[in-house]
């Protein structure tokens, strides 16, 4: 059974920062793409950042220049440092990951159960 488990949210004021970590465990051959997606309340979700396999990068226009996506494939992570926050980035922050378990099958999207993320003085 794969997971992924978010971890790193908290309060921090206006300007200050974060790394949020996702974890992933179980039975993992590789692990393809990754994301990290916001929830604020009575909003979609939204993707903040993409890695590829190949550790290429993509960010929301909102997070760009203050946000840097990463990974560390040999411990099976994906990280967001998040700088210069803003009340704005207020929200549940989710981790997915594009994950192969199975010699037998390809691909399959996993989800973590989120982190909160408060910003505010």
């Known amino acids: 059974q794969v997971q992924l488990v978010e971890s790193g949210g908290g309060l921090v004021q206006p300007g200050g920062s974060l790394r949020l970590s996702c974890a992933a465990s179980?039975?993992?051959?590789?692990?393809?793409?990754a994301n990290w997606y916001r929830q604020a309340p009575g909003n979609q979700r939204e993707l903040v950042a993409r890695?590829?396999?190949?550790?290429?990068?993509n960010y929301a226009d909102s997070v760009k220049g203050r946000f840097t996506i990463s990974r560390d494939n040999a411990k099976k992570l994906v990280y967001l440092q998040m700088n210069s926050l803003r009340p704005e980035d207020t929200a549940v922050y989710y981790c997915?990951?594009?994950?192969?378990?199975?010699?037998?099958?390809?691909?399959?999207?996993?989800w973590g159960q989120g982190t909160q993320v408060t910003v505010s003085s």
């Open positions: 179980g039975t993992i051959i590789s692990i393809g793409g």
């Open positions: 997915n990951a594009d994950i192969r378990s199975s010699y037998f099958r390809g691909f399959t999207g996993y």
């Open positions: 890695i590829t396999s190949d550790g290429s990068t």
